[in-house]
């Protein structure tokens, strides 16, 4: 099959988590036998902000990285209407312009042969309720949703006419233990700061903890405000800023324990929705615990798999006992690697694609080869 991925970025992961579990899924498909290209806008945020932040040898090092993945890079006059018509699956993110989510329906609905997914990984539905209200989602077959109470969120809004749960995952050809390399600390943290969703979250659970217990910490993550990097170093923590996502194995592999801090509308709006990092720390073996969440669809084995901190307090205990007592940390560590092996990894959500695309009958058996050239 050929798979069309409308993404807000597949280069850039710089603030956009979404970008690790794309590039695993189109890996997953290459090795399958299939064809994936991504296709994103040459001014997107992400983009813009990674090259700002970096320079362009961030792009030069995705190229490197990620040799097999194709990308095209579209402008105002790009011919989306050729480029979708030449594919079997069209997936489309949401962060995507509205008017050419609009569009694409429009060429399914006006006798496109393809597929076509709108797929959701973000808490604007409950959030912005008007940038998704918005959307025409009229002339697509169906909506991936990450998490089942998204799933449900649009079902009672009437967004879409069939919505599917599938769950971001951990490409663990590139998420794996990494025993032969030393520590050289005991705490670290991967994550953005964002919109001043878990300002106090960080605080309490990562940055206080850390202070008490006079830990090695590490951060990395980007739009740190100057009172969070005020923080950060009165607490003696060493923050790195961005961090490319194929070099984040390494940098757990360095540290002894990592958290996991949610942000706030996924704790009280959309329960049992975990980021893409606790799907890729447990796939490193690294010991991981968790400020509160509900994992309402039994993804994880919390207890075992990782552990749960009520609160700060809670955290500093367990960071604490963890970092005092070895069998802890590794019978946890298993837990969770078995976990992940057994149920979350960027092959297991293909198969769930898979599955779901067969069940969508397209119009033609035709099949058309993408054949132009893209470049990133």
């Keep these: 099959m050929r798979f069309l991925f409308?993404?807000?970025?597949?280069?850039?992961d710089w603030n956009h988590g979404n970008a690790h579990f794309l590039r695993g899924i189109m890996r997953e498909l290459i090795r399958r036998g299939h064809e994936a290209v991504a296709l994103e806008p040459g001014d997107s945020w992400s983009r813009r902000n990674l090259i700002a932040d970096q320079g362009n040898g961030a792009i030069a090092a995705f190229r490197k990285t990620f040799p097999d993945l194709r990308v095209g890079i579209y402008?105002?006059?790009?011919e989306h209407e050729a480029a979708a018509r030449e594919a079997d699956m069209v997936i489309v993110h949401e962060w995507t312009d509205p008017a050419l989510v609009a569009e694409l329906g429009r060429i399914r609905l006006k006798g496109g042969r393809f597929?076509?997914?709108?797929?959701?990984?973000?808490h604007r539905a409950v959030s912005a309720e008007r940038d998704i209200a918005r959307l025409d989602l009229s002339g697509y077959d169906f909506v991936l949703a990450f998490g089942e109470?998204?799933?449900?969120?649009?079902?009672?809004?009437?967004?879409?006419?069939?919505?599917?749960?599938?769950?971001?995952?951990?490409?663990?050809?590139?998420?794996?233990p990494m025993p032969e390399v030393e520590k050289r600390?005991?705490?670290?943290?991967?994550?953005?700061?964002?919109?001043?969703?878990?300002?106090?979250?960080?605080?309490?659970?990562?940055?206080?903890?850390?202070?008490?217990?006079?830990?090695?910490?590490?951060?990395r993550g980007v739009r740190y405000p100057k009172t969070a990097l005020r923080a950060l170093r009165a607490a003696k923590i060493e923050y790195g800023g961005w961090l490319a996502n194929a070099a984040v194995p390494r940098a757990f592999a360095e540290h002894r324990v990592t958290v996991h801090?949610?942000?706030?509308?996924?704790?009280?709006?959309?329960?049992?929705?975990?980021?893409?990092?606790?799907?890729?720390?447990?796939?490193?073996?690294?010991?991981?615990?968790?400020?509160?969440?509900t994992d309402a669809e039994g993804l994880f084995r919390p207890g075992k798999?990782?552990?749960?901190?009520?609160?700060?307090?809670?955290?500093?205990?367990?960071?604490?006992?963890?970092?005092?007592?070895?069998?802890?940390?590794?019978?946890?560590?298993?837990?969770?690697?078995?976990?992940?092996?057994?149920?979350?990894?960027?092959?297991?959500r293909v198969d769930e694609l898979l599955a779901i695309v067969a069940s969508y009958r397209p119009r033609s058996s035709a099949r058309r080869i993408i054949s132009e050239e893209v470049e990133v």
């Design 6 to 12: 409308y993404t807000h970025s597949l280069v850039s």
């Design 75 to 78: 402008g105002t006059d790009f």
């Design 115 to 122: 597929t076509l997914a709108f797929h959701d990984t973000h």
């Design 149 to 176: 109470a998204l799933r449900e969120r649009y079902l009672q809004a009437g967004w879409g006419r069939h919505v599917h749960t599938w769950h971001e995952a951990a490409d663990t050809s590139l998420f794996h």
């Design 185 to 219: 600390g005991e705490l670290i943290w991967i994550g953005n700061w964002g919109d001043d969703e878990r300002s106090s979250e960080i605080m309490s659970f990562l940055v206080e903890p850390a202070k008490k217990l006079k830990l090695t910490t590490t951060v």
């Design 261 to 293: 801090i949610p942000r706030r509308p996924y704790v009280e709006a959309l329960p049992g929705i975990p980021t893409i990092r606790v799907f890729e720390a447990l796939a490193c073996g690294i010991p991981l615990i968790s400020a509160p969440w």
């Design 305 to 348: 798999d990782f552990c749960l901190a009520k609160d700060g307090k809670e955290m500093t205990r367990l960071l604490r006992q963890l970092l005092a007592e070895p069998d802890f940390p590794a019978e946890m560590t298993a837990s969770g690697l078995e976990t992940i092996r057994a149920r979350h990894t960027c092959s297991h």
